[in-house]
């Protein structure tokens, strides 16, 4: 077919394909990297250059406060939400650490009627015997916390507990912690470098439903760091009561198996405590009635 010249003899297709290639070769000025099919060719990007440029890398931006001891978490995200209920094994139903969680910084206040019976050994033949009996009430308080952290460890239990009732420094006061962090030498025998903060445990706490069933599993007495006391006065001399009392209370540090139990809420606690001193000199038992505050 014979090349037709001339605007007049152009087809109306032809021109459209003609101003396309005209197009075409504009565009080409400003992009680069085309294939036959029109596609962007491996090393072209669709994109401004300054969406790379400009963009920081994770490491730029500044990592996160250091969280108290107070305030680290038991799992391992900051934010209990992030993980929906299908992909943690512990949600189906009420989750035990999601209903303990739910009394971190809980205060309750109340009254804590204590029995304490006494024993000592100045029985002619040195065997034990029951020398007091005593009943009396002091005022309470129950605060539960985030678990503690210390070093590298966190307290395996669904809150951290700190009970108290009365004078510490006087007879009959009642301490408990279940847990506490000591500090110790930055070096080991070794010297080598370590973490001077040591968690302690005391207690192994079971939780459920809002039941709380609590053991004492190590004073800590080799340590001395004992923390969970009761207190109570002691004769100047041994077997000599007439001698008289010395002042205030001296600190009897509970045993291993000393048990607290009961019903805790987002308004009351009602638990019960019973137990022994390591020195089986001191048997106590005490219910605690207590309100949030």
């Known amino acids: 077919m014979p090349v037709m010249t001339g605007g007049g003899g152009v087809p109306g297709f032809t021109r459209a394909r003609l101003i396309a290639a005209v197009c075409l070769g504009l565009m080409s000025a400003t992009l680069t990297g085309c294939g036959d099919d029109g596609s962007p060719t491996a090393g072209a990007s669709t994109a401004p250059a300054s969406t790379f ?11 996160e406060p250091t969280p108290s001891v107070t305030d680290v978490p038991t799992t391992g995200s900051d934010d209990p939400g992030t993980s929906s209920p299908s992909d943690d094994p512990a949600s189906d139903g009420a989750s035990d650490a999601s209903d303990a969680s739910a009394l971190w910084g809980k205060a309750y206040s109340g009254t804590a009627d204590i029995s304490v019976d006494v ?11 029951l020398a007091d009996s005593q ?21 395996n239990n669904p809150f951290s507990l700190l009970f108290a009732a009365g004078d510490p420094s006087r ?6 912690w279940s847990s506490a962090v000591s500090t110790t030498s930055g070096q080991d025998l070794a010297g080598n470098p ?9 207690w192994d706490m079971g939780w459920s439903d809002g039941e709380l069933d609590a053991r004492l599993t190590d004073p800590h007495t080799q340590e001395a760091v004992a923390l969970n ?3 109570w006065s002691s004769p100047v001399v041994a077997c000599r009561s ?3 009392q010395l002042p205030g209370g001296y600190p009897h540090a509970l045993a291993s198996g000393t048990t607290l139990n009961g019903q805790l809420d987002d308004s009351t606690a009602s638990l019960t405590a019973e137990g022994s001193s390591t020195d089986s000199l001191i048997e106590f038992h005490f219910t605690f009635e207590g309100t949030a505050s």
């Open 171 to 176: 007879a009959g006061a009642v301490s408990f």
């Open 119 to 129: 024993y000592d050994y100045c029985d002619a033949d040195g065997s034990r015997r």
């Open 135 to 155: 009943s009396y009430s002091l005022d309470g308080t129950l605060n539960l916390s985030r678990p503690r952290t210390g070093g590298d460890e966190t307290e």
């Open 242 to 244: 007439d001698l008289g």
């Open 229 to 231: 006391l009761l207190n």
């Open 194 to 202: 370590r973490d001077p903060q040591v968690l302690l445990t005391y």
């Open 53 to 63: 440029v400009s963009s920081p890398s994770v490491s730029a931006s500044p990592p």
